[in-house]
Every structure is written in C-alpha cells, then in structure tokens.
C-alpha cells in the first residue's frame, strides 16, 4: 500500500506545521492614502477648466471655419465681384467710405 504524506515528521514536528504558522503570522499592512486627497480638489478644478477651454476651442473653431469659408468666397468672387456686391457683404466699410468722401478725405 502506497501511502502519501506531506511534510516529513521529526518527532511529531512536521515540515508543513512550521510552513502554514509561519504564513498565517505574516501580516499585510493596509495601505492608507494620505496623498490623492489632497491633489483631488486641483484634479477636480483642472477638469472643469479643462473643459472650459475645450468649449472655448470648438466655438473659435467654428468661427473660423465660417471665416475661411467666407475668404474662400471671396476669393472665388473677387475678380468679378463689383464696389456694390462687396459694399452689400461688409456695410460698416461702405459706411466709412461714404463719410471719407462726404470730409473730402481722400486718403492724402
């Protein structure tokens, strides 16, 4: 008969006792977090002006994409376009120029 024992006996000391007492005394401190809270209140504050400036970016995007959109029009229009077209797209300019004329300011 075959007989499977594990650990090895010296006089009722076995291998695998001492093994299993020592694992069971080891202790694992806890680890306590003394540094995220205080960096959480300025992780927090960064990610509101983060997306802040987020918003900021998309809504300059825009307003130049509009203006690109608009200087590739012009362009396109230029060579053809007449004094009264482009008076019609920018009226503060044929407001100036109107009252330059009327001062007899010529540009001298």
């Given at each position: ?72 029009e012009l ?34």
């Amino acid at each position: 008969m075959l007989v499977i024992r594990f650990g090895w006996s010296f006089e009722g000391f076995t291998v695998t006792n001492v093994i299993y007492s020592s694992i069971a005394g080891v202790e694992i401190p806890k680890f306590v977090d003394t540094v995220t809270p205080q960096y959480k209140p300025k992780f927090d504050e960064l990610l509101v002006e983060l997306k802040e400036a987020e918003d900021k970016s998309l809504k300059e995007s825009e307003r130049l994409e509009k203006e690109i959109a608009e200087v590739q029009e012009l362009k396109q229009k230029i060579s053809t376009m007449t004094a009264d077209e482009y008076f019609e797209k920018h009226p503060e300019l044929k407001k100036k120029f109107d009252d330059e004329i009327r001062n007899d300011y010529l540009g001298y």
